[in-house]
């Protein structure tokens, strides 16, 4: 009986052992390998998302090679979240931080305020409520 429960104590503490011990390095390396790198999120895509209008949209912004402007390309389906969208031209960003969306003529058509990290909510029109944020 001494010999027994001897026997199953030095089995139990080597159980033990061999399952908390480190893992073999070589697998790890396997399975790390195998998990794709992600995809880096192109910082000129922003997507327009209103709760109101339950519709979202992707905006992209060309910038300039220097100042504050950018060209945008707008798809028609963003006026189903605001009327006239699709006619923003140019993304101008304000000392403030604020970024206006403009026509080609000049005419402001939106207007957005910083808001957390890389997004921006809406301040003009005051409806629909909009967000710009960040694509990832």
Do not use: H
């Not at 992707?58 to 963003?78: E, F, Y």
């Not at 605001?82 to 960003?93: D, F, M, V, Y």
């Amino acid at each position: 009986m001494r010999y027994l429960v001897g026997t199953l104590a030095a089995l139990a503490l080597f159980g033990g052992v061999a399952l908390f011990a480190p893992r073999d390095a070589v697998r790890d390396q396997e399975v790390t390998r195998s998990i794709p790198d992600p995809v880096p999120a192109d910082p000129n895509v922003y997507t327009l998302t209103s709760p109101e209008a339950e519709q979202t949209c992707q905006i992209r912004k060309v910038p300039a090679a220097a100042g504050r402007d950018a060209t945008l390309s707008v798809p028609a389906d963003c006026d189903t979240i605001l009327p006239g969208l699709s006619t923003a031209r140019l993304w101008t960003e304000r000392p403030d931080g604020s970024v206006s969306l403009l026509a080609d003529g000049g005419a402001q058509i939106a207007l957005f305020a910083v808001a957390d990290g890389t997004a921006y909510e809406s301040i003009a029109p005051s409806r629909p409520l909009m967000a710009l944020a960040a694509s990832e």
